[in-house]
């Protein structure tokens, strides 16, 4: 048993390590997406950069530390601050439910609440099922140390009745 099983954490602790893992797991998918769509592996997330360096940064290909370290900074701090959100949910719930329930979320103020400026900026390189695998990535990251480490077992097992 790992000592991060065995100490609690509070909210900004797990809020850290299930955002890292989302955003590796989002990073890793659209890199693949990227690749097969456009033949760039750091165009999604070149194109992330969008909010800070413009519409430029969207039709960059090339790995570099103005595009590429800047879009990766900006994908980690989103899947922090969604991760906030998922490890404030009830533990009750299962891990993927609250997992879906905040990559919906995010994909609805991503998408449909702020400016075109804010958006992620994978959909200025990325088809639509990419977004979508992104989006599940998310929750899928959000979701992945405790499905891993069996946490919401042990919770569902606490809330049963003792006979």
């Given at each position: 048993?790992?000592?991060a099983?065995?100490?609690?954490m ?11 893992i989302?955003?590796?797991a989002?990073s ?12 760039s592996s750091?165009?999604?997330?070149n194109?992330t ?24 900074a900006?994908?980690f ?35 449909h ?8 900026g ?15 990535a998310l ?7 405790d ?6 077992r042990?919770?569902?097992?606490a ?5």
């Amino acid at each position: 048993m790992g000592l991060a099983l065995v100490l609690p954490m509070n909210l900004l602790e797990r809020a850290l390590v299930s955002g890292s893992i989302a955003a590796a797991a989002v990073s890793l998918v659209v890199a693949v997406a990227g690749r097969r769509s456009t033949g760039s592996s750091a165009a999604p997330l070149n194109a992330t950069s969008h909010f800070l360096w413009g519409e430029r940064a969207a039709r960059e290909d090339g790995v570099s530390l103005k595009y590429t370290a800047t879009g990766f900074a900006a994908n980690f701090g989103a899947s922090v601050f969604w991760a906030v959100f998922y490890e404030a949910l009830p533990r009750r719930m299962p891990p993927l439910a609250r997992g879906a329930a905040v990559s919906a979320l995010a994909y609805v103020t991503d998408y449909h609440v702020v400016p075109k400026r804010l958006t992620p900026g994978f959909e200025l390189r990325l088809p639509a099922g990419a977004l979508a695998a992104a989006y599940a990535a998310l929750a899928l990251g959000l979701a992945a140390r405790d499905l891993l480490a069996g946490n919401h077992r042990r919770q569902i097992d606490a809330d049963l009745p003792t006979t």
